[in-house]
Structure formats: structure tokens, C-alpha cells
């Protein structure tokens, strides 16, 4: 399959500061890329589409000014949880295709803990 | 809207046979199953459009019925190395988004 890279693994910043997750797609082009968050034992829930050069469609109740997502490149899209809390502790993924109705592959995740 | 996953959970025993199912309220364009193994990000093992595909690959196969809005996951003579939680995901035709189901949790014993 396509690979994905997601960086960082993991992350523990301080509450108050910002993290830049990035995701990118190293052997094909990815028109779109999702981004999800998981909680322990639970699903994985979407929180924004992103296409490349577009702005990205949050989920409702996700804050589009808190998790600030760039899709600047068919390679590369960025999440970035600005101001970040404890309650926002959690395993980002980000997963990306090609186009429509393909397979989408997923990054290794990043688990994010705001001490 | 998220598609509903049955069971939740299963325990075989290692050779055993188990299916999951994978049900929407929507009129489906494609079904997605991945396999997540704790810690790990999901790994991709299957998708089928609409049309009533079936697909396999080894011991695992999948269906697709668009007329009920149903995905079923088949692992035949189920290996430990298949021990995991597996999710469906959902598009709907013209949607972007992928939607996940809430998993299953597959446990194989020696």
C-alpha cells in the first residue's frame, strides 16, 4: 500500500502552547487527507477534510480557530492545536487518498499529551 | 452519520471462523474496513463500491450489499496474527468524508 508519514509520534507540550502535527504522503498525491482524533478503546472520529489549496470542512462541534489545519501541497497537510489544554490529550491520525472512493492510508499517529 | 458495527466484540479460538458486520442509515458509494492493532494506526485491507462487490484477499473476504446498506467482513480460519479491532467506513456517493463505525474488537486464542 501507499505510505503515509505522520510526525511526531508523540508529543507532551505545556498547556497554553501550540503543537504543529505533520502528515504527509510520500509516494503518491494526496488530493485529500482527513484528520481524526481517538480516544483509548474508542473510534476514530473525524474532525476536519482538507483538499490541497482549499480551506478545510470541519465537523460540527470541531473549533475550526483551535485546530488550525493547512492542506498547502498534494504532499503535505498540517494540523496544528493552538493553545492547547489537557481535555485536548488524545491520538491524532491523519489518513490521505488519492481521489474519490480509493482507498484512504493512514499515518502512524501522533499521540499528543498537553501536561 | 456513523455507520453501526456488530459485534462489538468476539473471542475465538485460533482456526475458528468470525464475520462483522457493518450497517448505514445512508444510501452508500463505498465501504472501507481497516484493521487497528492496539497503539497503532489502522491498516487498510479492503474497499468495495457500490454495485455489490465482493472481494478476498488470503482468508479474508468481504461483501457488499447496497440494497440493505450493509458490509460484512468474513476471516475464515482465523489466525492470531488477525487480533485487533476493525472498522468500516462509510462514504456516501459525492461525499468527501470517511466515517467510521464504533469497531470491533476481535480476540483469537491459541
Known amino acids: 500500500g501507499a505510505v503515509v508519514s505522520q510526525h511526531p509520534s508523540w508529543v507532551i507540550c505545556k498547556s497554553g502552547t501550540s503543537v504543529k502535527i505533520e502528515c504527509r504522503s510520500l509516494?503518491?498525491?494526496?488530493?485529500?487527507m482527513f484528520w481524526y482524533r481517538q480516544f483509548p478503546k474508542q473510534s476514530l472520529m473525524l474532525m476536519a477534510t482538507s483538499n490541497e489549496g482549499s480551506k478545510a470542512t470541519y465537523e460540527q462541534g470541531v473549533e475550526k480557530d483551535k485546530f488550525l489545519i493547512n492542506h498547502a501541497s498534494l504532499t503535505l497537510s498540517t494540523l496544528t492545536v493552538t493553545s492547547a489544554h489537557p481535555e485536548d490529550s488524545s491520538f491524532y491520525i491523519c489518513?490521505?487518498?488519492?481521489?474519490?472512493?480509493?482507498?484512504?492510508?493512514f499515518g502512524q499517529g501522533t499521540r499528543l499529551t498537553v501536561v | 452519520q456513523q455507520p453501526v458495527q456488530s459485534p462489538q466484540a468476539v473471542i475465538l479460538r485460533e482456526g475458528e471462523d468470525a464475520v462483522i458486520n457493518c450497517s448505514s442509515s445512508?444510501?452508500?458509494?463505498?465501504v472501507h474496513w481497516y484493521r487497528q492493532k492496539h497503539g497503532e494506526a489502522p491498516v487498510f485491507l479492503m474497499i468495495l463500491l457500490k454495485g455489490g462487490e465482493q472481494k478476498g484477499h488470503d482468508k479474508i473476504s468481504a461483501s457488499f450489499n447496497e440494497k440493505k446498506q450493509q458490509s460484512s467482513l468474513y476471516l475464515t480460519a482465523s489466525q492470531l496474527s488477525y487480533s485487533g479491532t476493525y472498522f468500516c467506513?462509510?462514504?456516501?456517493?459525492?461525499?468527501?468524508?470517511?466515517?467510521f463505525g464504533q469497531g470491533t474488537r476481535l480476540t483469537i486464542n491459541p
Open positions: 467506513g462509510t462514504a456516501t456517493e459525492g461525499a468527501q468524508k470517511l466515517v
Open positions: 489518513s490521505a487518498r488519492y481521489r474519490y472512493h480509493t482507498e484512504a492510508f
Open positions: 509516494d503518491f498525491q494526496a488530493t485529500t
Open positions: 445512508k444510501a452508500l458509494y463505498s
